[in-house]
């Protein structure tokens, strides 16, 4: 099982950047994909960007993919969300998931075994 803390929410202006961060403990990362993903309320766990531990390819929504990165650095076992010209509606609670190596795609939250706490994200006009 993997451990993940969430921090670095918080509020921010549109246009604005926040840089959200994520500890990673537990089993070896190497056997593992790591990902962000947000919920507003009522709403299903939307998939925002995700990281192959092993070959560092990265993925990214439609919707934030030019404005967030998605980085690791391996010595302090954490996992970064850089985001830039930050918008309300990328106003949710953003959670950091991760998940064994698998044939599920890394945008499907079902590739996701363990899941962070949660951290605030809002975004004013």
């Known amino acids: 099982q993997v451990r993940l803390v969430e921090s670095g929410g918080g509020l921010a202006q549109a246009g604005g950047s926040l840089t959200l961060s994520c500890l990673v403990s537990?089993?070896?990362?190497?056997?593992?994909?790591l990902g962000w993903f947000r919920q507003t309320p009522g709403n299903e766990r939307e998939f925002v960007a995700a990281?192959?531990?092993?070959?560092?390819?990265?993925h990214y929504a439609d919707s934030v993919r030019g404005r967030f990165t998605i980085s690791r650095d391996g010595a302090k076992n954490t996992l970064f969300l850089q985001m830039s010209d930050l918008k309300p509606e990328d106003t949710a609670v953003y959670y950091c998931?991760?998940?064994?190596?698998?044939?599920?795609?890394?945008?499907?939250?079902?590739?996701?075994?363990?899941w962070g706490q949660g951290t605030q994200v809002t975004v004013s006009s």
């Open positions: 998931a991760a998940g064994l190596i698998s044939t599920i795609s890394l945008l499907n939250a079902r590739a996701y075994s363990d």
């Open positions: 537990g089993r070896s990362d190497r056997f593992y994909n």
């Open positions: 990281l192959r531990w092993n070959d560092r390819s990265t």
